[in-house]
């Protein structure tokens, strides 16, 4: 079975700072990682995808994310966070599991803060 | 595009009452998910098709009902509410060859 640990429910950082969003994964196989973020009331938005090859992933809004096969983990980086940054993100694994259907599993959640 | 609409965005339901979350894409994706979303759990998988006349379950599915006689819907049905399913419930659909899932906006639904 797939899972994902998201191990931080929430992060604080000051506007301009740099951000990491730590995300381990549990997969036997290549898994595809996903980070999606979500604003207050809103739908979930795909930021960026891993699926294979270049293990640095650029994603929308200045985010990318590294895939580290060693170490299980898929972290979220943004060089300066921006106040509308704010949000809840989220990690997701899928892999071959459900009948190979590649239906993705979430973690639950990262709530990032960002302070004038 | 509309990509994924979900109705209604809001609902309040009486305990034992059943009720359909309707969801519709018009994207042409072959697969389609339900999930809820509850405070400190992330999503969880409901119900999920890979197509239209093929469904199956997911992690949380009892209580829920789904078909899918089209491409484009994939209703959710809720068989006998219980105040156990209130939660925020979204729609997610994308192309079988890849891709991330395109998300509605979701249904906060409430049971009293």
């Known amino acids: 079975a797939q899972s994902v640990t998201q191990p931080d429910i929430h992060i604080t950082v000051s506007e301009g700072a740099s951000l990491e969003l730590r995300c381990n994964y549990s997969?036997?196989?290549?898994?595809?990682l996903f980070w999606y973020v979500q604003s207050p009331g809103q739908g979930l938005q795909l930021l960026l995808k891993?699926?294979?090859?270049?293990?640095l992933v650029q994603g929308i809004k200045g985010f990318e994310a590294e895939f580290k096969r060693s170490q299980s983990s898929f972290n979220l980086r943004k060089p300066s966070v921006h106040w509308s940054d704010a949000a809840e993100y989220f990690c997701a694994v899928a892999g071959g599991a459900s009948g190979g259907s590649y239906i993705p599993t979430f973690g639950r959640g990262t709530s990032l803060i960002v302070h004038p | 595009n509309a990509g994924v609409t979900q109705t209604p965005k809001f609902q309040v339901l009486k305990t034992g009452q059943s009720m359909t979350l309707q969801c519709a894409q018009d994207m042409n994706h072959e697969y389609m998910s339900w999930y809820r979303q509850d405070p400190g759990m992330g999503l969880r998988l409901i119900h999920y098709s890979v197509g239209a006349g093929i469904t199956d379950q997911g992690e949380v599915p009892n209580g829920y009902n789904v078909s899918r006689s089209t491409t484009e819907d994939f209703p959710l049905r809720l068989l006998s509410a219980a105040p156990s399913q209130t939660s925020v419930y979204f729609c997610?659909?994308?192309?079988?060859?890849?891709?991330?899932?395109?998300f509605g906006s979701g249904t906060r639904l409430t049971v009293v």
């Open positions: 997610a659909s994308r192309f079988r060859q890849g891709g991330g899932y395109t």
């Open positions: 891993y699926f294979s090859g270049d293990t």
């Open positions: 997969y036997g196989a290549t898994p595809y």
